[in-house]
């Protein structure tokens, strides 16, 4: 039987073990709800997936242990911002950073949700300092355009984390589900994620697609009727879901060899059918692209 497994990762301050526990009891009542469906979620934390190791510092060793395998991001706040690591004001917030770099690379490699408890603090427990590096952090998060919620109570913060969690799940399901059926299609066709629109997705054809060029964290497409059209994925994304004719022949490019013309040992350029353009390639390629030059053009 084929389970999909997604895994949770929960990052937080140690100021909320409560909910904490809340969490871990709420991915364990969903699994029996996806068991159906063939889903189980896992929840990762540093609690259950670290162990005593050695790095530069504590939060080093999770990172490395951990090493952000994880499809969903959860992270909570209260009255605490963190410990400070070497490389970030804290734990938690060194943890955001590498999941939201994750998400800048490949918009569909992880979800990111972030909950505030909206609680009065007891007087003696109040760091003016901590409470400052908060409000930032609130702040930055919605100069990044990130939508967060609050709550007030542990039990408030179980039914909206329930609620978010299956409304996160289908989603995933939803696109994997799409990518699924154009892989049985044999490939004939690749889903992109529309660069100025979530919830657009563009179907093409692979016939009319001549080479691939990363953009930045985005990827364009050059078509054989002289359009291009920008994806919001990283150009990494598409290999696995492109036939095996297209080539990776450069960090920035990925060729459809079948519109493989003619190539320049001297400048590690390539010439391809519909296009004016010269397409470089990495020294390393050289052989198989004279094997498909050769191929396109007696085969």
């Given amino acids: 039987m084929n389970i999909k497994r997604y895994r949770v990762f929960l990052a937080s301050p140690g100021d909320i073990p409560g909910e904490r526990v809340k969490v871990g009891k ?49 992270g909570i706040m209260w009255s605490r911002f963190g410990t400070p690591t070497k490389r970030a004001d804290s734990g938690t917030l060194e943890e955001f950073e590498r999941a939201y770099n994750r998400l800048l690379n490949n918009p569909n490699s992880i979800k990111i949700m972030f909950y505030f408890k909206d609680k009065p603090i007891p007087p003696s427990e109040i760091d003016p300092e901590q409470i400052r590096k908060i409000q930032n952090f609130k702040k930055s998060l919605q100069s990044l355009g990130a939508l967060y919620w609050t709550y007030k109570r542990p039990k408030k913060l179980e039914s909206i984390i329930r609620i978010h969690l299956l409304k996160v799940i289908n989603e995933l399901e939803d696109f994997h589900l799409l990518n699924a059926k154009i892989v049985k299609e044999k490939r004939k066709k690749v889903l992109t994620k529309d660069i100025r629109d979530d919830d657009t997705y563009n179907y093409l054809d692979t016939n009319d697609i001549l080479y691939l060029k990363a953009e930045g964290r985005h990827t364009l497409f050059f078509m054989k009727d002289d359009t291009s059209v920008e994806a919001k994925e990283g150009i990494s994304h598409f290999e696995k879901y492109l036939p095996a004719h297209f080539i990776r022949i450069h960090r920035s490019y990925i060729l459809n060899s079948k519109f493989l013309v003619t190539m320049n040992h001297l400048t590690s350029l390539i010439r391809v059918k519909y296009s004016k353009e010269f397409i470089p390639f990495h020294k390393s390629k050289a052989e198989e692209i004279k094997q498909l030059v050769m191929k396109n053009e007696f085969g």
């Fill in 26 to 74: 709420v991915i364990e009542e969903l699994n029996l709800v996806l068991a159906s469906r063939k889903i189980l979620l896992e929840l990762v934390k540093w609690e259950s997936h670290a162990y005593p190791s050695i790095g530069t510092d504590a939060q080093d060793v999770i990172n490395k242990q951990i090493n952000d395998q994880y499809d969903i991001f959860l």
